[in-house]
Nanobody
Framework: EVQLVESGGGLVQAGGSLRLSCAAS????????IAWFRQAPGKEREGVSS????????YYANSIEDRFTISSDNAKNTVDLQMNSLKPEDTAVYYC????????????????????WGQGTQVTVST
């Protein structure tokens, strides 16, 4: 059974930082692209960042500018999202998702091509 488990969400003041982690099990990690999506209340889900299992292909949405960094640890089967300089508009439920590795799943990550999803972790940024 494939499982993706997110952790690291929480409440932080504007300008602060959080580090989200996605732990994957039940799949061959090297064969998958991993993406972070987020969904704010009343808004559509947005692909925030994605990474190839090899780590050599990375995508960031324009909305996050240069504030977030995605990284993968293939030995631990984890993908982290370091979020700095957080803004209230970053408030959302953040999900990680996995899909078979292809360049099309990286630039940008199409939601409907990711087969496995985590349960989500809430990130709230206060003013």
């Amino acid at each position: 059974e494939v499982q993706l488990v997110e952790s690291g969400g929480g409440l932080v003041q504007a300008g602060g930082s959080l580090r989200l982690s996605c732990a994957a099990s039940g799949l061959v990690f090297d064969d998958y692209a991993i993406a972070w999506f987020r969904q704010a209340p009343g808004k559509e889900r947005e692909g925030v960042s994605s990474i190839a299992s090899s780590g050599d292909l990375i995508y960031y949405a324009n909305s996050i500018e240069d504030r977030f960094t995605i990284s993968s640890d293939n030995a631990k089967n984890t993908v982290d999202l370091q979020m700095n300089s957080l803004k209230p508009e970053d408030t959302a439920v953040y999900y990680c998702a996995a899909g078979p590795m292809s360049r099309q799943r990286i630039y940008p990550p199409p939601e409907d091509q990711f087969d496995y999803w985590g349960q989500g972790t809430q990130v709230t940024v206060s003013t």
